[in-house]
């Protein structure tokens, strides 16, 4: 009994880093969340987010490296809930600027993370695809449905357990999505159409 108390000063030693280490990881989650959703807005207001996205992307790639012995807490939920508006915050980025989509490893997350920040992304997108068509600009609109549907199909081949990945919940969200902005787009085009038939008409008049 004589180590008794070393024994409990060892755990107690190994208790409070974790704990030290989960704040500094409370604290780095909310800070991404923050900057990832001001990206979003950014890029709906037409700014250029790039600065502030490299912000988010290197404070990710900090807090991967001070988890890297907390794995426990890098795959909890308000870690990987941070990473997945990362994810989506650039794959917004690349896709509205027509650039290469970067990878995970380059995100400094998870091919879940990943994944489940795609799923959230055929929504900004939708929005996307509606301002467009408040402009008039059929041709965006439809072309932002089209990488909707490139999106919606990927996330689809992935169907695992919940304990895997839980995306079946954005799954069936991402389908809502897709099938009234399908309809939207459809009745913009065929509005446009019968307007551009009625002009024909009356310059014969």
Known sequence: MH?????????????????????????????????????VHGMHKGSDCTPELAEAIDEAHRLKSVLSEHVDIWHSGMVQDALVEVAEAALLNAIVKGQELPDPTRLGMSGTAYLMGMADTIGELRRFALEALRRGDIPSAERYLDIMEELFLVIMRF???????????????????????R??????????????RMDQLERRL
């Open 159 to 181: 169907d695992y357990p919940d304990a895997i990945v839980s995306i079946r919940r954005k799954q069936d969200i991402a389908r809502s999505i897709l099938e009234k902005t």
């Open 3 to 39: 180590n008794l108390e070393e024994i409990a000063r060892t755990i107690q030693g190994s208790l409070e880093e974790k704990d030290e280490v989960r704040e500094i990881a409370i604290k780095s989650s909310r800070a991404l969340i923050r900057m990832a959703s001001g990206v």
């Open 183 to 196: 309809g939207d787009v459809a009745i913009a085009a065929m509005t446009e159409r019968l307007q551009e």
